[in-house]
């Protein structure tokens, strides 16, 4: 069969747009197209990839897993799903630990967890959600609502009641939202979707003081700053702000879907038998992907090397700027990291990204006016000296064609 881009528009439904070329392998932070161009990966697979493309550890875990035993459902548990579970545990804040799929999924399980215990130990008012504008949080209607970009909620009938959203880092218009019928606050640690901001220190703290005055419980979605992203394991552990509920996917399986919901014994509670579950959440095969990622990342040689790594990406990037004046700032944490575009290519961050591509270098973007990075965690330095000669031609290609 010959396989082109055009088959796409013929046999898929039209909500994504992808690129021209069709990727066929990767190999670390490096990906081959159909016809043997090689590109320089600082996309990751919208921060999935943390290891890069078929890590040795990665590849022997599924293929040994392969062998044995791929899925049974729920009615069994297996070891693979244990052993993460128990590592998870005793890696984080968390005492239990739920699978699922997706971040979308662990981010549902969240919600409805928080609900549940709301009910059941304070009662039916105590059903408010409170998230912020331009956060994200997943697709399904749930979690799409409490993400902070009506566009994405609109036009599928009625929406999920009980949610508001606040403005990220003002403390005051969280205040003005919350009170004793709040059940929870969602948040991004360092909001990835909406263009790459972090948190401030006092508005974390004050997150977690105002959840504690009205009995809420606070959760953090890890899904895009999980897994070693920001040089912690979790970004929580950066802020010296513990959550109640913890999301995590995306980089959990280095590439392997899955996703999970870490909450405490108490809280979990609630998420009583028969109240929730998935077909597949937590199945042999995912669980033990993600379990060699998880000992691969969680280690110092890889979570210290993300800040070095940074340093590499700031000053880089600090270059180019130099000599073009397309940022006003470079932004984010360990290596997700935000290019904002100045006043002059407000928009266009699309057109970077395309450009970039053309160059042979896979990025994202966050938003119109951000060019994102979320490359591998172990992506080479001189990967990384290539990767940003690629982008700097990208910029050139822009800013000369003015
Ligand atoms: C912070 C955050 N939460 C949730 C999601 C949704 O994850 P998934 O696409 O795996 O459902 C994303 C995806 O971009 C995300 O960045």
């Known amino acids: 069969m010959n396989v082109t881009r055009e088959l796409f528009d013929e046999v898929m439904v039209p909500n994504y747009n992808p690129a021209a070329m069709i990727p066929v392998r990767g190999l670390g932070s490096r990906v081959w197209d159909q016809d043997n161009n090689e590109y320089i990966d600082f996309a990751g697979g919208i921060a999935v990839n943390v290891l890069g493309h078929c890590h040795p550890n990665l590849v022997a875990a599924l293929k040994e897993q392969g062998d044995k035993l791929w899925h049974l459902s729920n009615v069994f548990t297996n070891e693979p799903a244990l052993r993460l579970a128990k590592k998870l545990v005793d890696a984080t804040f ?20 928080a609900r549940r215990w709301a009910l059941e130990h304070h009662g039916e008012h105590k059903n408010q959600i409170i998230a912020f504008k331009q956060g994200f949080h997943g697709r399904t209607f749930f979690t799409v609502t409490v993400g902070g970009q009506p566009a994405y909620s609109d036009g599928f009938g009625p929406k999920p009641g009980a949610i508001d959203h606040a403005v990220y880092n003002d403390l005051d218009s969280l205040k003005a939202l919350i009170s004793d019928n709040t059940c929870a606050v969602m948040m991004e640690p360092l909001q990835g979707e909406g263009g790459i901001i972090s948190p401030t220190a006092d508005f974390v703290k004050g997150v977690r003081e105002l959840c504690d005055q009205h009995n809420a419980l606070l959760i953090f979605d890890e899904v895009q700053s999980g897994v070693g992203r920001t040089g912690d394991l979790y970004a929580y ?107 002059k290519y407000q928009g266009r961050s699309r057109d970077f990204l395309v450009a970039a591509t053309q160059q042979k270098l896979m990025c994202l973007v966050a938003g119109p006016n951000v060019v994102r990075f979320a490359p591998s965690l172990v992506v080479p330095d001189e990967d990384i000296q290539q990767g940003l000669a690629r982008f700097e031609r990208a910029v050139a290609s822009i800013v ?3």
Do not use: W
């Not at 005492?95 to 409805?112: C, I, Q």
């Not at 509670?269 to 095969?285: E, I, M």
């Not at 998880?294 to 090397?305: H, K, M, R, S």
């Open 94 to 113: 968390a005492e239990r630990v739920y699978f699922a799929n997706s971040g979308g999924e662990a981010n549902e399980a969240a919600l409805k967890l």
């Open 400 to 402: 000369n064609a003015e």
């Open 237 to 343: 552990m950066g802020l010296g702000v513990t959550p109640d509920i913890l999301s995590t996917a995306k980089a959990l399986g280095g590439g392997f879907p899955i996703g999970a919901m870490l909450t405490t014994k108490d809280i979990a509670a609630s998420l009583k038998v028969g109240t929730h579950g998935s077909t597949y959440g937590g199945n042999p095969l995912a669980c033990a992907v993600a379990e060699a990622a998880f000992d691969t990342v969680n280690t110092p040689e890889v979570l210290g090397g993300v800040s070095r790594k940074e340093q590499l990406f700031r000053q880089g990037l600090e270059a180019i700027n130099q000599k073009y004046q397309v940022f006003s700032e470079v932004r984010g944490k360990g290596l997700l990291l935000g290019a904002v575009l100045t006043e």
